[in-house]
């Protein structure tokens, strides 16, 4: 309970700027992994890029408040994956989100897009059923996503606000996992970007939970914080059971919003 | 890193000084350094413009990196956007001062990038109205902080002493006439196209139409609004009848409305490239890599933005 508390509050931190505005490469500071594996992981063992776990990011961000991930948990014999971890070490809120997975999830992929504050390790940290942690990690280069501004219309956002959207794919050929893509609008203001007009912090207000189900059973739940970019979009996997299968997902933010949607999984090759 | 930074803007920051019209007027011992004029070239009578590098920004260029222009009418002065330091603004307003003695009456910022809005400080003495769209100071609130840190590293210390951030004083809603004394320059506050706060301004007397960046000639187009917005826009645009136009990167002036056709090429080939990614399930990173290189040799600093645009118009479109 006080680990999960712990990981909540390094989610949701928000609060004074940090200087997470450098722009040079951060050489020779403090590692900030240690203190995290210690707060988030209990200094508990974790094996490195052992091939449980692998995660795909852009060495260079194009756009820091947009930066792109992708991992994928290989489905072995008692080695199921139970949650996912995704860390970026120098961002004020580092722990970007966890999610736990249900028996609807399939073959785990999960992509997201993420802001980066500082040029930074990046990583994905998978917790198995029997107790075993395993992580992959990149270092992406970029700076100042935290504070950038979320959209770049700003009248948009605001109509748009709270719309969901769920995208499928067709399965590959004698798949058990589909993909879809749950897209949200939300401008997932991190409380860290000034308004210079006002002197204030325009307010924190972020997607904290997702829950995503295939009927009733879950594909994954989700707890998230600001390190996710605006119009949180993540494209996951899931394992089709019957003809008349509904995707639904619930998500809540900061603000006590309530967004729901639901989804008929649709056959053939139609998304 | 470099790279990403600049190819993250060509804009940088700018201290912001309180809110509002409340500004701090420049320190005084700058105004007794000897500034040495912008080059400018007179396109049409009365208009002057000053064409910018090709260029990210630099210490070498101290942000002169987007075109700049006046306006001289019968009683005032217009300026048509100030550089990307205060630097580049002193000597552009040196430059007016080659020309005439006119009271810069109006400064007008076609949008937020500070490669257009960093010279505005040195206008501030002049007491102009400082016009922009009705999201410009917005746009520019929002992003201060960030431009701040960007502009001071990427341009030094001597180039970007001075550049401070000048909010408009004058919103422009629709459309708005500023006098110039027996000349009239129109206003029009567009729909989101390379930003959300694009402000265009035309000479009747001339039928010149400055279009900001709204036209790129040569240099990449940077995509930071709407690309649907902007191919519409595009397609209005062209249907206005002026004589010539001065894009805001590019030679200081060209014939209308032929340079808006590589521009309409570019951004549709994007949009086209784009939306079939999102209609065969690929990924933004994937449209990141592989979009628009067919347009790699047709412009300048093509390596510094076309991603950075792919990945922005992935994010619009997958909306769709």
Known sequence: MSERLSRRSLIGFVGAVVGGLTVTPAISEDDPWPGLHQDVFRNRPIAEEDGLVTLEAPIRAEDAALVPLTVRVSAGEGARPQALTLLIDRNPAPVVATFSFGEGVGEIVLATRVRVDAYSNVRAVVETQAGSLHMATKYVKASGGCSAPALKDSELADAELGKMRLRQFPAAPAATSREAQLMIRHPNHSGLQMNQLTGYYIPAKFITDLEVRRGAALVFRMEGGISLSADPNIRFSFRPANADDVLTAVAKDTDGRVLRGSWPVKTGNDS | ?320
């Open chain 2, 1 to 320: 890193m470099r790279r990403v930074l600049a190819g993250a803007m060509l804009w940088l920051s700018l201290a912001l000084i309180g809110g509002g019209s409340d500004f701090v007027l420049p320190a005084g011992a700058q105004a007794d350094v000897p500034v040495v004029p912008l080059e400018v070239m007179e396109i049409a009578p009365g208009i002057f413009v000053h064409q910018g590098s090709y260029a990210l920004f630099a210490p070498s260029n101290r942000g002169d990196i987007a075109n700049l222009s006046f306006v001289v009418g019968g009683d005032a002065v217009a300026v048509i956007d100030t550089g990307g330091s205060a630097a580049v603004g002193r000597a552009l307003r040196a430059a007016v001062r080659t020309v005439t003695d006119k009271p810069i009456r109006y400064v007008i910022n076609s949008h937020m990038h500070p490669d257009h809005l960093f010279g505005n400080a040195a206008f501030a003495d002049d007491r102009p109205e400082f016009m922009g769209h009705h999201k410009l100071a917005q746009a520019l609130a929002v992003r201060a902080d960030r431009y701040l840190a960007a502009n001071a590293e990427l341009l030094g210390s001597e180039a970007f002493a001075g550049t401070r951030l000048i909010a408009p004083t004058r919103a422009v809603h629709d459309r708005v006439v500023a006098d110039l004394g027996e000349r009239e320059l129109v206003l029009e506050a567009q729909p989101t196209a390379h930003t959300d706060n694009d402000l265009t301004v035309y000479d009747p007397a001339t039928g010149t139409l400055f279009l900001g960046d709204l036209l790129f000639m040569r240099h990449v187009p940077a995509l930071d609004g709407s690309i649907r917005g902007w191919l519409a826009l595009i397609d209005r645009l062209e249907r206005i009848d002026a004589k010539r136009v001065v894009p805001g990167h590019g030679p200081p002036v060209a014939a209308w409305p032929e340079p808006l056709q590589p521009q309409k090429r570019y951004l549709g080939t994007i949009a086209a490239e784009v939306r079939r990614m999102i209609r065969e399930g690929r990924s933004i990173e994937q449209a990141a890599a592989s979009v628009g290189l067919s347009e790699k040799d047709a412009w300048l600093l093509f390596d510094a933005f076309n991603a950075r645009n792919a990945t922005a118009a992935f994010a619009e479109l997958e909306w769709e």
